[in-house]
């Protein structure tokens, strides 16, 4: 999965919410590597905690991304 910095990375997923998605926070853990999506539906933290080998991942620092799902119809102009 491909990091971004956080700031973009939120920014662009509260555009997305606004438009109707709902959105899920990614990241890599910084200790084992292991891909991690946060269950918080619509919500972005600055750490999490690896469910793999439970250490924590400062994701300001390190970078995330997001998993986006379309709620119903997608609106007629949305950034897709």
Do not use: Y
């Amino acid at each position: 999965m491909n990091l971004h910095p956080f700031d973009e990375v939120a920014a662009n997923a509260e555009s997305k919410m606004r438009e109707g998605w709902t959105i899920h926070q990614q990241f890599n853990c910084a200790h084992c590597g292991a891909k991690q999506t946060i269950a918080e539906e619509n919500q972005f933290f600055t750490h999490g905690r690896c469910e793999e080998c439970g250490k924590e991942t400062n994701i300001k620092k390190d970078g995330c991304n997001f998993m986006a799902i379309a709620s119903g119809r997608i609106p007629k102009g949305a950034d897709l």
